[in-house]
């Protein structure tokens, strides 16, 4: 990679980081291109070089967010399967690697619920695309391991994969908001316990 396409990527970076901040402080609407470009640092020409619009901004900011994650959960589970472990382990690597990016992430996080909830927005359609991203990721080692016999087949993976999504998601933000004094590891060996039993059908 060149020296100028390293330039673009910090600058691109500088100015999610401001406009996923910014947009998880005060909201969507409220938020200006002016106070984006001021919080990235760069001049206000700068935002509409890297990016058509405000809401192309956004549309991006999701993609880029989710992308992050889904490579997470991926690099997880695959840690696990090169060292021969099970899908069921591959699965609550996942977990614990979904609540380390939430504590990383908090504020693009929480724009991502706050959007899921709406319904008037250019991007809706983006969203349900780059959701898809992450729990494809999920689904396809729930499928591993109905295929290995760790799972019976009668398990809904569409389903059973947007709940562990969900229940990633929402107990990292009780966590991060309303018990920031549990550590990773409690939090994780709590879902891990969900996971063991209920998914698998067996204690933990």
Same mark, same amino acid.
């Given at each position: ?16 980081? &401001?406009?996923? =901040? @910014? ?8 938020? =200006? ?8 640092? %760069? ?5 509409? !070089? ?5 809401? #192309?901004?956004?549309? $991006? ?5 989710? $992308?992050? @994650? ?8 695959? $840690? %696990? ?9 591959? @699965? ?12 990383? !992430? ?8 706050? $959007? ?10 983006? @969203?349900?695309? %780059?959701?898809?991203? &992450?729990?494809?990721?999920? /689904?396809? #080692?729930?499928?591993?391991? #109905? ?6 087949? /009668? ?50």
């Amino acid at each position: 990679m060149d020296s100028s396409n390293t330039r673009r990527d910090a600058t691109r970076r500088k100015l999610f980081e &401001a406009a996923v =901040t @910014l947009i998880a402080e005060q909201g969507f609407s409220s938020t =200006t291109v002016d106070e984006i470009a001021e919080r990235a640092g %760069v001049a206000k020409g700068t935002v509409y !070089y890297n990016f058509a619009s405000k809401n #192309v901004l956004f549309e $991006e900011l999701l993609r880029h967010g989710i $992308e992050l @994650l889904a490579t997470s959960l991926q690099a997880a589970a695959d $840690e %696990v399967t090169d060292r021969g472990g099970s899908r069921i382990d591959a @699965l609550d690597a996942m977990i614990w690697a979904g609540l380390d990016f939430i504590s990383r !992430y908090p504020a693009l996080t929480q724009l991502y619920v706050a $959007e899921l909830w709406r319904t008037n927005r250019a991007w809706q359609s983006t @969203l349900m695309v %780059v959701r898809q991203r &992450a729990i494809t990721v999920v /689904e396809d #080692v729930l499928r591993e391991a #109905v295929a290995g016999e760790e799972l019976s087949e /009668e398990i809904d993976i569409p389903l059973t994969a947007s709940a562990l999504f969900g229940m990633v998601l929402v107990a990292a933000l009780d966590w991060q908001s309303y018990q920031p004094d549990r550590s990773i590891d409690e939090v994780h060996a709590a879902l891990s316990r969900l996971l063991q039993g209920r998914v698998t059908g067996r204690p933990a």
